[in-house]
C-alpha cells in the first residue's frame, strides 16, 4: 500500500523531527533522570499511546473538525498549561525530602502515573495535533488506496519509531542519574530539574500560537 520510497523518506524524516529538540525529548529525558530507565520507558510508551490516538483522529478527519474551531487551540493549550504547573508544583513538593539518595531505588510516583502524565503531555500539546494533521498527509500518495488507510499505518510507522527513540533516550537519561548518584543531595537537583522542565513546557504552550 505505501511504496518503499515513501517509507524510506518518510522514516528519515521523522528520524531528523525527533532528533530536533522538543517538549517529549526533554520529558522523557528528565523522567529517566529522576525515575531511571523503567521511568524513561514509561514515558515513552505514554507518548506512543497518544501517537496513536492522534494518529486515528487525523485516519478519522476529527483532528480537522477540532482545528477548525478557533477556540479548540487555546483551550487545550490552557488546560495543558495548567496540568503541567500542576505536576511542576508536585515536583517541587518532593524536594522537601533531603534524606533520599539520587540512586533510590522506589520512585516517588508509580511507572503508571509517569505513563499517564507522559500521555496527556502530548495530548494536550495543540501543536501536536497540528503536527499530525499537516505531517502525515504529505506522505499519502492518492493512487496507493484509501487515504485513512495509509494515515493509520504512517502513523503506527511514527509511532514505533518514536517509542524506539524515547526509549533510548529515557535510558540515556538514566545514566546522567548514575553519574550524578556520587553527589550529596541529587536526588533533590533532580526534583528540580523536572520541575524547571515542567515549568518550561507550561509557559511554551501559554506563550505558543498558531
Known sequence: MISMSTFTTFCIAVLLLLCSPGPNMAFVMTCGMQYGTRGGIAAAAGIAVADIVLTILTASGITAIITAWPPSFDLIRYAGAVYLLWLAWKAL???????????????????????????????????????????????????????????????????????VFHALLGSFGHAIRQMLARYAHAARLQARLLAAVLLMLALRLILMTR
Open 93 to 163: 513538593r518532593t524536594t522537601g525530602s533531603s534524606g533520599k539518595s539520587a540512586d533510590s531505588t522506589a520512585p516517588p510516583i508509580s511507572l503508571t502515573t509517569v505513563f499517564a502524565q507522559a500521555t496527556l503531555n502530548s495530548l494536550l500539546n495543540p501543536k501536536a495535533l497540528l503536527f499530525f494533521m499537516v505531517f502525515l498527509p504529505q506522505f499519502v500518495d492518492m493512487q496507493a488506496g484509501p487515504a485513512w488507510q495509509q494515515l493509520l499505518v504512517l502513523g503506527l510507522i511514527l509511532t514505533f519509531i518514536s517509542t
